[in-house]
Nanobody, 117 residues
């Protein structure tokens, strides 16, 4: 089971930026997708951004143009650059690794992002 460790969360003012990191214990190239999800209090976990093994990225409408997902295969790390943050971005952010064959899905422990003045 791959281990995923998120970091980079914290308290930021509205309009600010943060970069989250997700370090994997094995090669991220083995996974079909690496993704960032978030869960706000009282809400369901939702997809934020995903990057495929070919480098293609997709985003939730709510973060398009503000967030960028990227990866460094040499470091087995996936990043989420977040800018123009607002209170609605407050959530615990989770990293997920997914492989279709054989099916494997792993989650990190999450990192808290709080946007507040």
């Amino acid at each position: 089971q791959v281990q995923l460790v998120e970091s980079g969360g914290g308290l930021v003012q509205p309009g600010g930026s943060l970069r989250l990191s997700c370090a994997a214990s094995e090669s991220i190239s083995r996974f079909n997708t690496m993704g960032w999800y978030r869960q706000a209090p009282g809400k369901q976990r939702e997809l934020v951004a995903v990057i495929t093994s070919t480098g293609a990225a997709n985003y939730a409408d709510s973060v398009k143009g503000r967030f960028t997902i990227s990866r460094d295969t040499a470091k087995n790390t996936v990043y989420l650059q977040m800018s123009r943050l607002g209170p609605d971005d407050t959530a615990v952010y989770y990293c997920k690794a997914y492989r279709a064959l054989p099916r494997r899905e792993s989650w990190g422990q999450g990192t808290q992002v709080t946007v507040s003045s």
